[in-house]
Every structure is written in structure tokens, then in C-alpha cells.
């Protein structure tokens, strides 16, 4: 089961991952008050909710310098069709400024039965062009679950990409969350694509995507209730 943008957000911060304020909406005339409701401030990024990747290659992805703007981009992205994907919802989040854009996964390793992070400090790409043009760039640590992230996986991603080790303490503890959710949720995946660095030197997640293992679904009753929200053919849900 492949989550949505927003519902993969609520599970980092559930785990402590460092996310933008944002709000999920339905209708464009809801978008003032939830911006009120939730002290979200302007500019924002308005993200078409469709469980498809490289959404803002195909106009899913808009920004908005004033609530007018984003009640204008949720009116045209509403009810619209994203590469055969209608979009039922939009996320709203404030945008963030940045100056780095990193890429951190932890992923089911078919080889090694065993879940493994994936670390690259070309963020913001997809991770398969990466490995294409650049695949030293690409670090991998196996993990083992019998002892979890260690305290030194966090500095050999750093040290080994040619990155600072001052972010070894805030990756160290973004690890050890993402590491608990992939875990308690039975994920196939979490990727954070951009895991940004900001000029103070906070990291957050600034995209995320989660891939649920369906086996899984009968323990995870919040998952299971996220299900029915989603676009599928009704034979696919009932089988």
C-alpha cells in the first residue's frame, strides 16, 4: 500500500522527523480557514495528493506567495487528472528555505533480507537517475534488526559522502526515527527525497513516501483507515 505525501508526513512526525506545517484539504474554499485554523503562513507549496512520483514534472507541484494564490492553484488542481490519477485532495505546506537537498531511504533488501539505508547527497532527483549518472554518490548501510541503527551509521553517510560531520547528531537522530517507523509499520520503504539542510543547520523532510507492507494491513488499523481514502479500483479493494 503505497501512502500518500501527507499521510507519510503524519507518520514522521508521529516518530519525531522534522516536517513544514501543512494541512490537507478537499475544496478550494476550505483553504483560508485551514491556513487560519493551523497558523500556517505564506509563501506555501500546494501538492496534488496522488500516489504517483515526479509530480512537479507534471504540474503538481505549484507555489504560492499569498492565500489568494493557493486557493487559484487548489481550484485547478482539484478534480483534475495527474498522469491518469484524479486528484481528490492537495497538501498545503510552507515553504522552506534551504541550502542543501539530500536523499535518505530505508528499503527491504531483497539480497540480504534485511532492511537497509539508502544515503546520497543528490537529493531531489530520483534516486534510479542517480544511480544512473552518479552511483558513487550512493551510500548503503545494511541493518541489522537484532541492534537497529547504530551510532556510527550517521557519521560514515556523512563522512563518506565528503559532507560535514556537524549534521551527525540530527541524522543520527532522523535515522533512529525513520529506522522505528519502518519497523512499527511494516514498511516496503521510507524515503525522504529531499531530506533538506537549512541554514542553520535543521534537516526536515521536506517530501516523504511510504510503501506499507498490504500483508501487514490487519495490525495496522490507522493504516487500513487511510486505505479507504485512497483512488482504487473497487475489485483491487475488495480483493
Known amino acids: 500500500m503505497k501512502l500518500m505525501e501527507y499521510q507519510a508526513k503524519a507518520l514522521f512526525e508521529r ?5 513544514q506545517p501543512g494541512c490537507v484539504i478537499d475544496r478550494a474554499e476550505d483553504v483560508a480557514p485551514a491556513l487560519t485554523r493551523e497558523g500556517i503562513s505564506c509563501p506555501v507549496v500546494v501538492k496534488a ?6 509530480r512537479g514534472k507534471a504540474g503538481g507541484i505549484q507555489f504560492a506567495d499569498t492565500p489568494e494564490q493557493a486557493i487559484a492553484h487548489a ?11 484524479k486528484v481528490e485532495k492537495v497538501y498545503i505546506v510552507e515553504r522552506a528555505d534551504y541550502e ?10 531483497r539480497l540480504s533480507k534485511q532492511p537497509m539505508i539508502i544515503f546520497s547527497a543528490l537529493g531531489g532527483m530520483e534516486i534510479e537517475q542517480t544511480a544512473r549518472t552518479d552511483p558513487d554518490r550512493i551510500k548503503k548501510i545494511v541493518i541489522d534488526p537484532m541492534i537497529g541503527v547504530q551510532d556510527y551509521m550517521a557519521r560514515y553517510l556523512l563522512s563518506s559522502s565528503g559532507l560535514p560531520v556537524e549534521y551527525t547528531r540530527p541524522l543520527d537522530a532522523l535515522l533512529k526515527g525513520l529506522y522505528r517507523c519502518f519497523m512499527e509499520y511494516d514498511c516496503m520503504l521510507a524515503e525522504i527525497n529531499p531530506l533538506v539542510v537549512t541554514g542553520d543547520g535543521r534537516l526536515i523532510a521536506l517530501d516523504g513516501k511510504i510503501d506499507v507492507d498490504d500483508s501487514a494491513l490487519y495490525r495496522l488499523p490507522d493504516v487500513t483507515a487511510w486505505r ?3 483512488p482504487e479500483e473497487p ?5
Open 15 to 19: 516518530f519525531g522527523l522534522p516536517v
Open 75 to 85: 481550484e485547478r488542481l482539484l478534480g483534475s487528472t495527474l498522469r491518469g490519477l
Open 49 to 54: 495528493q496522488v500516489q504517483i512520483g515526479g
Open 100 to 109: 542543501k537537498e539530500w536523499y535518505l531511504s530505508i528499503m527491504l533488501d
Open 235 to 239: 475489485l483491487v479493494k475488495e480483493a
Open 228 to 230: 479507504d481514502e485512497l
